[in-house]
């Protein structure tokens, strides 16, 4: 009999994944990672990893693509390979996460369908927290370059500085589930091996017994 307890850590971490998933999915897509408000009085400047766009006073929105991928900055470019590379590494945990569950019969055998949902569960949970380190690292990057630029007193006070925009706050959350994510499928996945391998060595013992007891029937005339 399956421990509840186990049961929850896996479905509560293979939600917060998905919400993560979506929230890194926004993340790449948004294009307010920075945010430029002391331009004109009545704008304001987005930039994303794939356009830059222009909100007016009157709530008229214009985007235009980037022309060209040589003339980015480089923390853009870098953010782009990492925040994609992010998006297939959480899809593929959690196509790997789902038939790891225990409510999910995938194995006909116990033997089989325990290992087989260990290595699932911990490749699952690895692949979560990889995604999570690639989600972070180019949102802090980009932060920790915008910091820099905003106190810099090379610069004129009259210039006017970038800001955080929502994308990086929408970055950091999805990071971090990823990374709760992650320990929760791995702590589940130590926990099935803590609890489970009496009634694995149980079962072994059985059917030692069951192939004992089948090879005397046969000797016997």
Same mark, same amino acid.
């Given at each position: *009999?399956?421990?509840? *307890? #186990?049961?929850?850590?896996?479905l ?7 919400? $993560? ?8 897509? +948004? ?17 994303g990893?794939?356009?830059t @766009?222009? &909100? ?17 900055? =480089?923390?853009i470019?870098l953010?782009r390979?990492?925040?994609?590379? $992010?998006?297939?590494?959480?899809m ?6 789902i038939?790891?569950?225990h409510?999910v ?9 325990? %290992? ?8 699952s949970g690895?692949l979560?927290?990889?995604a999570?380190?690639?989600? &972070?690292?180019?949102? %802090?990057? #980009? ?9 810099d /007193?090379?610069? =004129? ?10 994308a990086?706050? @929408?970055?950091?959350?999805?990071g971090?589930?990823?990374?709760a994510?992650? +320990?929760?499928?791995? *702590? %589940?996945c ?5 609890r489970?391998?009496? %009634?694995?060595?149980?079962? @072994? ?6 192939? /004992?007891?089948s090879g005397k029937?046969?000797?016997? =005339?």
């Amino acid at each position: *009999i399956m421990d509840p *307890i #186990i049961s929850v850590l896996e479905l509560v971490g293979v939600l917060i994944s998905a919400g $993560a998933w979506l929230c890194s999915l926004a993340t790449t897509l +948004m294009s307010s990672w920075l945010t430029l408000s002391n331009l004109l009085v009545t704008e304001t400047l987005g930039v994303g990893l794939w356009e830059t @766009c222009v &909100l007016n006073q009157q709530g008229t929105l214009e985007c235009r693509p980037y022309d060209s991928l040589l003339g980015l900055r =480089p923390e853009i470019k870098l953010a782009r390979i990492l925040m994609c590379t $992010a998006l297939g590494v959480g899809m593929l945990g959690l196509l790997l996460a789902i038939p790891s569950l225990h409510l999910v019969n995938g194995c006909r055998q116990q033997l089989e369908d325990v %290992s087989c949902k260990r290595a699932l569960k911990a490749t699952s949970g690895a692949l979560w927290l990889v995604a999570g380190i690639l989600g &972070l690292i180019p949102v %802090s990057y #980009i932060a920790h370059v915008t910091v820099e630029q905003f106190f810099d /007193e090379s610069v =004129p006070d009259m210039v006017p500085r970038w800001e955080f925009g929502d994308a990086l706050f @929408c970055g950091w959350t999805a990071g971090v589930l990823h990374l709760a994510a992650g +320990m929760l499928l791995l *702590i %589940s996945c130590f926990y099935v091996g803590n609890r489970e391998r009496p %009634s694995v060595t149980h079962t @072994c013992r059985k059917l030692a017994n069951y192939e /004992e007891r089948s090879g005397k029937n046969n000797l016997q =005339p």
